[in-house]
Each structure stands twice: as C-alpha cells, then as structure tokens.
C-alpha cells in the first residue's frame, strides 16, 4: 500500500495532466451538438468538387425557409376576414326610432300623411342600412383592397360579400341625408334626421377570434416539401454549379442523411468519434509542449492555464451557435493568441489558436470558410500584437485584425455569389463588435496573473522600474551590485531585440537576477570600495559556497517579495551549472595531494531552457569579465567574449535552451558592440 502510496505522490504531476486532459475531452464534448454529419461540402454557386451525385434512398425536397416565410406571408394576406351579423340590431334601432318619433309634438307645418309617410321613409332607411351591413370601425391594414371577398356568418349560415359594399359611417349619413335631407325649416324633418343619425349604430363586428383560428388552420397545412427525389436518381454532377434546384435537393439529403444517421446509429459511437477528434487535438497540445516547451509542460499551473482557455473559447462559440448562428463572428477568439502570447510565447499561441479553431469548425456552418477566416486572422495577431504595454499597440493591431476579417469575408462573398451586390453589411457589422470585444484581453490578462500566478509585459513593465522597493534597496545594500545589474539589462536588452525575443522580459530578469548579493554584498568584488577583500581571510571553499548562495538567497528574497516565476527563473539559471573557477584552482593549489570535489564549486543550476535565460547568462558573464580589462579595446574585449561563450557553450550551459548558433553569434556582436561603447577612449583635456 506504502509503494502505490509513493508511486502516485511522484508521479503526480503526470496524473493530474491525465485528468485535465481527459476532463477537457469531456467537458468539450459535452458541448459539440449531438447530430450526425454529412459527408459533403458544399455552398450555393461553388463547383460540385466531388464524384457524380446519386440519391441514396427516397427523400422529399424541402423547401427554403425564405420560401416557407413567403408562403406564411401569402396565406396571411388571402385568408378571409370574417364577421358576425347581429340581426337584433335592427329591431332594437327601430323600436327606438318608433318611440322617440312618437314622442315628438304635432306640427302644423306637416300634415299627418306627411309625417306618416316621412316616419315610414326612415323606416325603409334603417333597414335598408341593415340589410348591406354597417360596419363597426376595423383596421385598414386587415384589408389589402375594397375588391376582396370576406364571410358575414349570420346564425348558421355563412355568406360571402365584397368588403366595398358594408357600409361605413360616411355611407350611412349620406343614405339618410339621401333620403330625408336636413331641414332647418322644417322642425319635423330636421328630428328625425336627428334622430336617425343618433340610433343608428353597426351590426357587421369584425371576428378576429375565429379568423385568427382559420389562419392557424391554415398555416398548419403547410406542406414543407416541394417534390420528391428517388433511389438512385442522379442529383448533380462532378463541375457543376450548386445553385437553384440542385441546392434545395442538396439542402434536403443532407437534412436528411443526418437525421438517419442519428437516428439509426448508435449514440455511443456518435460519442465516440467526437471523442477521438477532441481528444487527438489536445493530445496534440500536450506533445507540443512535451516537446518545445517542456519548462510549460512540466508546470501544471499553466498546462491549467492553456486548456481552460482552450475550453473557455469553445465553451462561448458553442452558446452563440446555439443561440443565434447569425451571431458566429462575434465571439473574438483573436483573444486566445493575444493572451497567450502575453503570458508565453507567439509560437505556442498560434498553434493554440489553430487547434482550436480546427475544433471549432466540425460545428460550426461553412467550416471551410469559419477556419480560413480565424486562421489568418490568429496569424496577423502574432504578427501585430506585441508589447501590450504601450497602449496604441492593441488598438492597432484590433484594427489590423477587424480588417483582415472584413477583407477576407469580403472576398469569400464575391467568390460565392459572383459579384458584390449580395454581399451582407451586418457582417461587417459584427466584425466591428468582434474587434471591440478582443479589447476585453487587457481585462482578462490582469484577471489571470492573480488568478494563475503569471506575469504579461504590463507586469514586467511595472517591475522593471527602478523605484520598486527590491530595487531600491539593492541599491542602498550593493550599489555596485545595482550598476552591474543595469549595464547587464542594458546588454541583454539590446541582444533580445536583435534576436526577436522578449526584450521586457530579460531586461526586467536582469535587474533581479544579482538580488541575493545584497545579503553579504562585502563579498562580491564590485560592492568592495575600501580595497578590503574578505575572501582572503577565508578558505577556498568557503568562498565559494558564499559566492554560489547568492543564487539561492536571491530565490528566497524574490518568493519573499512575490517576485513572478518567469523573473525568479533567470535567478534560478543566470550562473547554470557553471564553475566558481578561481576559488577551485586556489583550493587545489592549497591541497595539492587531495582530491578536490569539482561540484562544492558549481552553482546548483538548473541551465538557462529559454532565449532568455541564455541571452542573460551570456551578458553577465560577459559584463563582469570585461571589469578586468586593464586597457580594453576592440581586440580584448572581442577576444574575452569568444572566451567566455566558448566555455559556456563546451559545458553545455544551452542545451536546454531554443537558442540557435546563429543566434548566439548574433548575441555576441551585440555585447562586443555594446562593451566597446561602453569603454571606448576619450581624448586628454589639456589641464
């Protein structure tokens, strides 16, 4: 038990990469929609790139939906309006009209075959009135034209009559004012007028219930199909253009053959082969790093870092497909190559962004065009994005990017339609927002160094200043020590931009890497002002160990200022396995008959594993040796450099390091180049 115990303590590290890989594959999965595939490739008015096309088996050709929508849209214009007939209208108005015509006083004026007949003249109108129809106020928008035939249902029975002909309130007054014109001189006259345009009132009601229901009715019986195609009748041919009938037959199987796939295989094996795609992708993650990035690969912390932003991006691509699909362009998965080079390096970035993306596009519509577009895109930002810490830098690299975006939908479109007037504007739209959202990386950067422990350029900005308080007292403690340090940073600086490294990143290590002098800095020859050497009062080996603790006591002083691992690695490596050679040849001199044990006079390492780190080791070295010229000129301090790196590089000091030797060469020109500056001669002034 005591054995599997230890077993799983030490390898660990391996175990948990075991379980973050397999519970990324999972959650990612999870995510991908559960459906089959089909197994062509095609977009209206490409070339049909593959074999002769025949059709499987039986399938009805489904309409577009541009076509459902306009025949949803027809069927609401032609579904007929209908109306309710109240019959008691009627005979509630003209017992109304009866009652208060009687009521009204004799009047001379009018003899009484007169007022009769004019009593039974508003009669006639009231039902004549009620026999067209009048109709109570209805929205014209329900009637597209005076000509269109509606249904009056009166009781059981239903009768069709032109919508012209109901009677509105301007055609009712005119049939009263037609037929008993308003009088002013008849007093008789003008009441009934009056009251003949006061009870009458509608009996056609519009019932919207019931055509509400018919239009349901209707549109349930939509057929979504528009024909039928057999086994084995030939679909399109190898060459031609996929357009028009030969699209809608296409659209159709391939509704089709993934719903049959779904439904006829086996969910598990469905599962299964998302799983192998998944999980050969993130393999893929794991043996880069293995390989390129070991220093990444063996830090669990941002392994962690590299699959939840892997799986972060997905995880948002796959809610807006689901959401709205319109929206696919929004999401800015440019961050994931942003972020990433901010944190480790542009290389790994972009082989991220590319794993990502591959995954991304078996989900995805048009997964040709979706991958092309984000690939060239990710490229363009490793090519732009760099030194975040100057702010225009992402402003204009986000609009280097929205461009290459836009430019190259601009393109896709034209190839697919054959000219620019199909081209859709809102996805220029959403590129613009998905430009905006990519400045979210700033946000998400400072969230992850305190989330992860990692540091960006803005943080090695920060700390590259002088005032920081490590720094300031560096200076206070070993102010020789602090001016080594700048002339170092100076140097490395210098050489990282000549060979396209992280320039912040060294310069920023340089100013740290001599910290733990400040301890016993009297022992360190540059912080020794008074001529007083304490190392001649004490054995070889004791110096020694003083010189080579330096390294750990700087470990201990940056954790205890919470000083970034990134910096804390060029503490680590600035001395790798070297010899503290002086003190070794003095201890063998004092102890000739003794066997001297080389490794009580070599720093603990570990070797420099990055441009960095070796660039570092170069430049120190380099910079304190040249302190020892007594008349340095081009010659010596060309010779001491070849020297220095000689030996470095025959110690194998770089063998973990990504540092070519054409890169090394380089390096050492530019130190040479500097060193020379530094010590050139100046002319004697005349006293």
Request: glycine share 4%; net charge neutral.
């Amino acid at each position: 038990m005591s054995n599997l115990v230890n077993k799983l303590y030490q390898n660990n590290a391996i175990i948990y990469k075991v379980m973050l890989f397999l519970i990324t594959t999972t959650a990612i999965v999870y995510l991908f929609p559960k459906g089959g595939q089909f197994k062509y490739d095609f977009n209206n008015g490409q070339l049909w790139k593959y074999d002769n096309l025949y059709a499987p088996f039986d399938f009805a050709i489904q309409k577009s939906e541009e076509e459902i929508v306009i025949e949803k849209k027809q069927i609401s214009v032609s579904t007929q309006l209908y109306f309710n007939y109240d019959e008691l209208v009627q005979e509630e108005v003209l017992a109304t009209f009866k009652r208060r015509v009687s009521a009204f006083t004799q009047n001379d004026s009018v003899n009484l075959v007169d007022r009769e007949r004019l009593i039974l003249r508003g009669v006639n109108i009231i039902k004549e009135i009620y026999k067209t129809g009048f109709l109570e106020v209805i929205s014209q928008d329900r009637v597209s034209n005076g000509n269109e035939l509606v249904a009056i249902k009166k009781g059981n029975v239903v009768e069709n009559v032109l919508f012209k002909n109901l009677l509105n309130s301007n055609n009712v007054l005119k049939k009263i004012s037609a037929g008993i014109p308003n009088s002013n001189s008849n007093t008789f006259v003008a009441q009934v007028y009056t009251v003949l345009s006061e009870i009458i009132k509608p009996n056609v009601f519009y019932d919207a219930a019931f055509t509400d229901k018919v239009l349901e009715t209707e549109m349930s019986n939509i057929s979504y199909t528009k024909g039928k195609v057999s086994a084995g009748e030939l679909i399109i041919l190898k060459g031609d253009i996929v357009e028009g009938k030969k699209l809608a037959i296409l659209n159709s199987l391939k509704s089709e053959s993934e719903s049959k796939v779904w439904t006829e295989s086996n969910y598990n094996w469905i599962i299964f082969g998302y799983t192998i795609l998944v999980a050969l992708a993130l393999l893929m993650l794991l043996l880069f790093l293995q390989k390129y990035r070991i220093e990444i690969f063996n830090n669990t912390n941002k392994v962690t870092f590299i699959f939840f932003n892997v799986f972060s991006m997905i995880f948002i691509q796959t809610l807006v497909i689901k959401y709205n699909v319109d929206y696919l362009y929004v999401v800015p998965l440019s961050i994931l190559p942003i972020i990433l080079k901010a944190f480790f390096d542009a290389r790994l970035g972009l082989f991220t962004h590319v794993l990502t993306v591959l995954l991304l596009g078996y989900i995805v519509p048009n997964s040709f065009e979706f991958i092309y577009l984000h690939i060239i895109a990710g490229i363009v930002t490793i090519l732009t994005v760099s030194e975040l810490y100057k702010r225009a830098n992402l402003f204009i690299s986000v609009a280097q990017i929205t461009g290459i975006y836009m430019i190259t939908y601009f393109a896709f479109s034209i190839i697919r339609e054959g000219n620019a007037s199909q081209i859709n504007l809102e996805y220029f739209i959403l590129f613009a927002v998905n430009g905006l959202l990519s400045f979210l990386s700033i946000i998400l950067i400072y969230i992850y160094e305190k989330v992860f422990g990692l540091v960006s350029d803005v943080t090695l900005l920060e700390l590259s200043n002088t005032n920081t308080k490590l720094l300031r007292d560096l200076n206070e403690k070993a102010p020789g020590t602090f001016q080594h340090s700048m002339q170092v940073a100076n140097l490395a600086e210098a050489a990282a931009n000549e060979i396209g490294a992280n320039s912040m990143l060294v310069r920023t290590g340089a100013l740290y890497h001599d910290v733990g002098k400040m301890v016993d800095p009297m022992y360190f020859i540059e912080n020794q002002t008074t001529g007083v050497n304490p190392h001649n009062e004490l054995p070889p080996r004791d110096s020694a160990k003083i010189i080579t603790d330096h390294v750990i006591k700087g470990i201990e002083i940056a954790k205890k200022y919470k000083l970034p691992d990134r910096i804390i690695d060029f503490i680590r490596t600035h001395h790798g396995t070297s010899t503290v050679y002086y003190f070794y040849m003095k201890e063998k001199e004092q102890n000739p008959d003794e066997h001297i044990d080389i490794k009580k006079f070599q720093y603990k390492g570990p070797n420099p594993f990055s441009k960095e780190t070796a660039i570092l080791m170069m430049c120190d070295a380099s910079e304190a040796a040249s302190k020892s010229l007594k008349k340095p000129t081009a010659q010596s301090i060309s010779d001491l450099i070849d020297k220095i790196t000689d030996k470095q590089m025959a110690e194998n000091q770089f063998l973990n390091a990504d540092v070519t030797f054409k890169e090394i060469e380089t390096i050492k020109k530019v130190i040479k180049k500097k060193l020379l500056n530094i010590y050139h001669l100046r002319l004697e002034y005349p006293d």
